[in-house]
């Protein structure tokens, strides 16, 4: 708004020429960096594609089917398939988790709070981001997993029918897929919250209290009046939910040591699974530089999914918040 | 908020029929009785167990209660309000976790002598040897990839709010858009291939700084062009009503006004930065070793420095990357939170 006060050009102009020497040397500047910031997104594209793409070519096998990742033996065999395979898989599961949690953190805060707790109890939650992600892998690797035996053994027990927690006749490791996933959820808890309590916040108190007049409980109210004005705020929340646990590296690294597989067997830590940024993080130290652009071939690729996830959660919230507007 | 209200005027809903709240703290007592019971006489077992049991009963025996007492309206209700109640124990029970677990492990081993020493000249099973020279790795990166950020950003932002206009100005933000969601592992690769092989220039502090400042960048941005929409017209009107140009108006009055909001983002971005792992693998590496210089060779930081200990996987090991940690997470926090006490002052002397 405040942002279309435009300077008199006139003015500023009639007033001598160091005045405008300086103006030309600010807009100068500003263009600058601007432009500075576009050569940027197009030098990363450009980089990654220039070493990525002769690393392709000198695979064996199909870069993007193959299920192994064995840049650096003879001949090359490496390909993409199992790697993304692992990293929807548990994003997904970490959004499935996360997902209904965070909604619930950001009603509360909306909704049930008392109104001096819900600007702190917001702050707490934040708090969740800031820790940081090795750490989350630390307490995953030497805090989460040793303590999961048993909750996995449970689900393998009671819930072995299902395919995602059969364990087969292999005994319960603790550091599976399903506790990569968990500790995922826990990091993307705070960014799908923050942004769907905004959502609900925008809300008008008008649309709450016509609900609550029509002797609307408060479950009726907010399927009512809350969640129709803000679902497609809170899907893009999700979306850049996913966005987030896609791209997180070093906490699956750090609990996860696996191969690169296709198997929907979430707690079986013997057939595993992994994730195209924790592949480079835990292989980079001893690739030998086709090693290397076969890992920055696979992080191109991690780069073209997020960019697509992230650019439809956009889209989606901000028409969300258009609408929320007008 | 207007639900009190509502239920405080009387004669509106039938009271005896309702489950007021000591009514249900006498249920929750009841299931936890029950629970006892239970685990002192069944096979059931275990703290985590009891708890897990003692809240689906709650919910089971509320739900039930209700539903013969108040119908099926108002036991959904109460259900979604368990349900909200218990998604933030799920959001602060790990974080509680997370925290004093690794104060409790970090504690043991963070003394002066690790403070100060670094991890040359060490057997594998010895006990001492420290994060000095991460502690200076991450300084210097941190503090190099901010004095790059902050200006650039603060200067794409008062771009894109002043003085942009047409396509390019959308250009400028959807880049700023998709730098946001680039994973961080992503900012190192691409630092890796630009400055470390691309241009040959070798693993340094520099380059580790330059991926951190891809990531700052756009938080950067983001922040400041907020603060900077929220001053006033009337300043700017002002100013150049005095016969102020354009540039000296935004130096001199649009940006002390907007100071404290972004001083707040800059510090939140820092925070954010100061705990990547990722991109530091591809671009500082790991060292045991000090290097003061982050203009060439290898870097430590400290987290490249408990996942290199992680990694390992001795007792030892453990130990040092537990003590890191909570270095790393004393850092962060102290930023994060002063960071929002300063957003706080600033929003009460706006008031």
């Known amino acids: 708004m405040t942002s279309t006060t435009e300077a008199p050009s006139g003015l500023s102009g009639g007033l001598g020429p160091r005045r405008r020497v300086g103006d030309r040397v600010f807009t100068a500047l500003t263009t600058g960096a601007g432009l500075l910031v576009l050569a940027l997104i197009v030098a990363i594209g450009v980089f990654l594609l220039t070493k990525a793409i002769p690393a392709v070519r000198k695979d064996s096998t199909s870069f993007f089917t193959t299920k192994l990742w064995q840049p650096d033996n003879t001949p090359p065999v490496f390909g993409i398939a199992a790697l993304v395979f692992g990293t929807l898989l548990s994003s997904v599961i970490a959004l499935v988790v996360a997902g209904p949690i965070a909604i619930g953190i950001a009603l509360y805060i909306s909704d049930y709070a008392p109104r001096r707790l819900a600007a702190p109890i917001g702050y707490l939650v934040d708090l969740l981001a800031a820790v940081p992600s090795v750490v989350y892998g630390l307490w995953g690797l030497l805090f989460l997993a040793p303590h999961s035996d048993k909750f996995q053994q449970f689900l393998s027990d009671h819930l072995g029918f299902i395919p995602l927690f059969d364990l087969g006749k292999n005994g319960v490791v603790g550091r599976s897929v399903l506790i990569a996933s968990l500790v995922l959820a826990i990091m993307i808890l705070p960014i799908v919250a923050a942004i769907s309590r905004e959502i609900f916040l925008q809300v008008p108190a008008a649309n709450r209290e016509a609900a609550l007049a029509l002797g609307a409980t408060k479950l009726e109210m907010i399927r009512l009046a809350v969640l129709p004005y803000s679902r497609s705020g809170v899907v893009g929340a999700l979306m850049l939910g996913l966005g987030r646990a896609l791209g997180e590296t070093i906490a699956v690294a750090l609990v996860l040591s696996l191969a690169p597989t296709t198997s929907f067997h979430i707690i079986d830590a013997n057939i595993g699974g992994n994730t195209i940024a924790a592949n480079i993080a835990s292989q980079y130290q001893a690739a030998e530089p086709l090693g290397q652009r076969a890992l920055i071939a696979s992080g191109l690729v991690l780069f073209v999914i997020t960019f697509a996830v992230n650019g439809l959660a956009r889209y989606v919230v901000s028409r969300s918040s258009r609408r929320g507007i007008a | ?351």
């Open chain 2, 1 to 351: 908020m207007s639900a009190t209200i509502l239920e405080q005027i009387p004669g509106l809903g039938d009271d005896t029929r309702r489950l007021h709240a000591p009514v249900r703290l006498a249920l929750l007592a009841l299931t936890v009785l029950v629970s006892l019971l239970l685990f002192a006489v069944t096979p059931l077992q275990g703290q985590a167990d009891f708890v897990v049991f003692v809240v689906v009963a709650f919910a089971v025996v509320q739900t039930a209660t209700s539903f013969a007492l108040e119908g099926r309206r108002h036991a959904l209700d109460r259900l979604l309000s368990l349900g909200v109640h218990l998604a933030l124990l799920a959001a602060v029970v790990p974080l509680v976790s997370v925290l004093s677990y690794t104060v409790y492990k970090g504690v043991k081993k963070l003394d002066g002598q690790f403070l100060t020493h670094n991890l040359t000249g060490l057997g594998p099973l010895d006990t001492n040897g420290g994060e000095y020279h991460a502690i200076i790795g991450t300084l210097e990166q941190v503090l190099m990839a901010t004095a790059i950020a902050v200006p650039l950003g603060l200067l794409v932002a008062i771009y894109i709010t002043e003085y942009g206009t047409g396509w390019l100005v959308s250009a400028v933000r959807f880049v700023i858009d998709v730098m946001t969601g680039i994973p961080s592992i992503v900012a190192g690769l691409f630092i890796f291939a630009f400055w470390v092989i691309g241009l040959h220039r070798g693993y340094s502090g520099l380059a580790a700084a330059f991926s951190l400042t891809i990531l700052m960048l756009p938080v950067v941005v983001r922040s400041s062009e907020e603060m900077i929409k929220l001053v006033p017209a009337e300043l700017r009107e002002a100013s150049y009503a005095l016969g102020l140009p354009k540039w000296k108006t935004i130096l001199r009055v649009v940006l002390p006004t907007a100071s404290a909001g972004i001083t707040t983002g800059a510090m939140l971005a820092v925070a954010r930065v100061t705990g990547e792992t990722a991109p530091l693998l591809l671009t500082s590496f790991i060292t045991p070793a000090t290097n003061t210089d982050p203009l060439s060779g290898k870097q430590a930081a400290i987290p490249t420095f408990i996942f290199s200990q992680i990694g390992l996987g001795r007792p030892v090991n453990y130990d040092r990357a537990w003590a890191a940690a909570l270095t790393l997470i004393a850092l962060v926090l102290v930023l994060y939170i002063s960071a929002r006490l300063l957003t706080r002052r600033n929003t009460l002397s706006r008031r």
